[in-house]
């Protein structure tokens, strides 16, 4: 039987399957109380050995001056001060804004979620709250949104137009997951997605990967450290508690592309079997993650996903994907 991830069924009556312009829209006033910069606060998940990762802005050269008693000594041109034989320092200014970029992820394997949403719906709502608050604080925000059909991009853009322009991307591929709930899945469409999120990427940018990490390979983590040598990443990972632990409700209908299979959660080696599928693609994400200095911020798809981007970016937690707020 195929991992949970790939399963193909929305949510109950009372959860969330798809979402509007408008849903996302009002998430601007929602979106504070956390940054994806490297000065964070000290309980942060970004704080620690995991801030000397995330490079900020970068810094255009600005003058060379005087060296007075105070100023910072490694700012000192040496090669200025043996011509001139007095101290000169070098002056850098910050660039006024920098490029962030959204991998969104909506292809099937989001199409998925136990209660309150799907994994897809969690991803727009990420997505949306992220590009408010980057533009907010004067970064210029982009996307590469994706689906097991197609990709979209949004060059990085700033102020309110980036935002709405990302959100527009998010909306139009989240709302055609109904429809193509019997597609054929296509796990690369995660490596093309990250090829054209390189090509926005230069140097001092921030990747953001929102994503259940379904499909990812070893040309997966080429691509992904290419773009760490200059610029800075970041994974968001969405899951739904069921795929981490089976509950033992008896007899249930899992849908897929293919068709429906009713199989009995009482049994213990299914549930051991989902189990484990979870624990493996969580281990190779948290390994992957660690060797790169990558921060993982686990979100949980059934609980409020701005909750938890304030919780996490608030408190220390953790390097792992197990080290979601608890229900």
């Known amino acids: 039987m195929a991992p ?7 949510t109950d009556g009372q959860g969330r399957i798809t979402v509007t312009t408008d849903e996302l829209a009002r998430l601007r006033h929602k979106a504070r109380g956390f940054s994806f910069l490297p000065r964070q606060p000290v309980h942060s998940i970004l704080t620690g050995r995991h801030a000397s990762r995330l490079r900020g802005r970068g810094l255009n050269f600005e003058e060379l001056r005087p060296y007075y008693p105070g100023d910072d000594t490694r700012t000192i041109d ?16 910050e660039e006024r804004d920098r ?23 969690v991803a727009a709502e990420v997505a949306a709250a992220s590009a408010w608050r980057v533009t907010s604080l004067g970064d210029r925000i982009g996307a590469v949104v994706f689906s097991d059909e197609a990709v979209e991009t949004v060059k990085p853009q700033a102020r309110d137009a980036g935002a709405l322009a990302v959100i527009d991307a998010v909306v139009r591929a989240n709302r055609k997951l ?28 921030l990747l953001c990967l929102i994503t259940d990490a379904a499909g ?3 040309e997966t983590v080429e691509r992904i450290t290419t773009i760490t040598a200059h ?10 508690p069921i795929e981490a632990g089976l509950p033992q ?18 049994s213990s080696g299914l549930r051991r079997d989902f189990a484990q599928a979870f624990e493996e693609r969580r281990a190779q994400i948290e390994k992957f993650s660690r060797k790169r200095s990558i921060p993982v911020l686990p979100i949980r798809a059934d609980l409020d996903p701005i909750d938890q981007l304030r919780e996490l970016l608030g408190r220390k937690v953790a390097h792992s994907v197990r080290e979601a707020p608890p229900s």
Do not use: C
């Not at 040496?78 to 200014?93: E, G, M, Q």
């Not at 597609?183 to 999120?197: E, K």
């Not at 610029?231 to 739904?240: A, G």
């Open 216 to 218: 990812a390979d070893d």
């Open 231 to 240: 610029n800075d990443v970041l994974s968001i990972f969405i899951y739904d």
């Open 78 to 93: 040496w090669n200025a001060t043996a011509r001139l034989r007095d101290p000169f320092i070098r002056v850098y200014t």
């Open 4 to 10: 949970i991830e790939t399963a193909r069924s929305p």
């Open 249 to 266: 409700i008896g007899p249930a209908v899992v849908a897929e592309a293919e068709g429906q299979i009713e199989v009995d959660t009482n």
């Open 178 to 205: 109904p429809d193509n709930i019997r597609a054929a899945s296509r796990p690369a469409a995660f490596n093309t997605a990250l090829q054209h999120a390189a090509a926005f990427l230069k140097h001092d940018g």
């Open 99 to 121: 490029a962030v970029v959204l991998l969104v992820d909506q292809r099937l394997s989001m199409f998925f979620g136990s209660r309150r949403a799907t994994k897809s719906v």
